[in-house]
Every structure is written in structure tokens, then in C-alpha cells.
């Protein structure tokens, strides 16, 4: 585990403190377990958008004009 120095605006380190409290544990644990979140977050949009991307379309036009709102109901 490493160790780091982080810098932040008074009302954000306020906020953490008191979240930490609430949540029974340290502003480094807190931190901690914010950034992992967000890096499992990220990861699975990641992995989700490229799963789309390599999807075969078969929504594709092959050249033809697609249905106005009006044709499609």
C-alpha cells in the first residue's frame, strides 16, 4: 500500500472528515475506497462501451433510407 499526500480545498477536507466520521473509519480509508470505486466505475464503462463497439450491427441500413417516426408506428 502506498502512502500520499493529497491537497484539497478546506470545504472538501471538512466534508471528508465529517464523512469519515459518519461512516466510522479514516479520511485515508474513505479516499481509498472513493477512488477504487471510481476506477471499478470507469472500468466497466470501458469494458461495456468497447462491447459495444465490436458488436456485429443488424439495425444496419445496407444503403436504404431508414423508416421517418411517422412510417415506424
Known sequence: ?????????DAVAEWA???AA???TSV???LGELLAE????D????????D??????SWASEGRAYPT???SR
Not at 52 to 57: S, Y
Open 1 to 9: 500500500m502506498k502512502n500520499v499526500t493529497v491537497s484539497m480545498d
Open 17 to 19: 472528515r465529517l464523512e
Open 22 to 24: 459518519r461512516r466510522n
Open 28 to 30: 485515508s480509508r474513505l
Open 38 to 41: 471510481k476506477m471499478r466505475s
Open 43 to 50: 472500468d466497466a464503462y470501458e469494458r461495456a462501451m468497447q
Open 52 to 57: 459495444w463497439l465490436h458488436r456485429e450491427r
Open 69 to 71: 417516426r411517422s412510417e
